[in-house]
């Protein structure tokens, strides 16, 4: 989708719903948290795997509702190298393990428990279970990558941001 019109599809005769405004174009109005905000993401990411920071990204994005970071980060997976399955997999992660890593898996958990901190805080099976495959620095720069996600995906659904336009790699 890529325009405000309605689309219609031509092979399935299916017209689809237009796409909605974004309510707020935040980074234009706030630049100095947006260029804030792009120094964090920058440096959180630092030391991460980048397939797995996507995969971390894509996860959290989903609990979140962030249809614009779904979008964006399912494009850089793919054009990292990520298959589609595995990419479809993460809404069901758990029940589908063996589509990844004990690190991975480890990652996914620990990105789920800061997400959602529905029990306040991330519960010590979690965070031990990543501790057993990330050395130390690993597991800072990737808890501040989950957490940079998730302010990510604030402005993203609070400006109701419109998924479909963004181009692999635009923002890196």
Known sequence: MTTNETTYNTTTNTSYVPEHTPRLAWAKLAPDVY???IRLDTAARR???PVLLELVK???SQINHCAFCVDMHSKDALAAGESVERIIQLSA???SQHFYTAKEVAALA???AV???TDGFVPDEVY???AKQFDEAELAQLIAAITVINAWNRFGVTCRM???HYQAGEHK
């Open 93 to 95: 992660w758990e029940e």
């Open 58 to 60: 894509i996860r959290a």
């Open 162 to 164: 419109v998924a479909g």
């Open 47 to 49: 030391g991460v795997d």
């Open 115 to 117: 997400t959602v901190l």
């Open 110 to 112: 620990l990105t789920e």
């Open 128 to 130: 031990d279970a990543a």
């Open 35 to 37: 260029k804030a905000m």
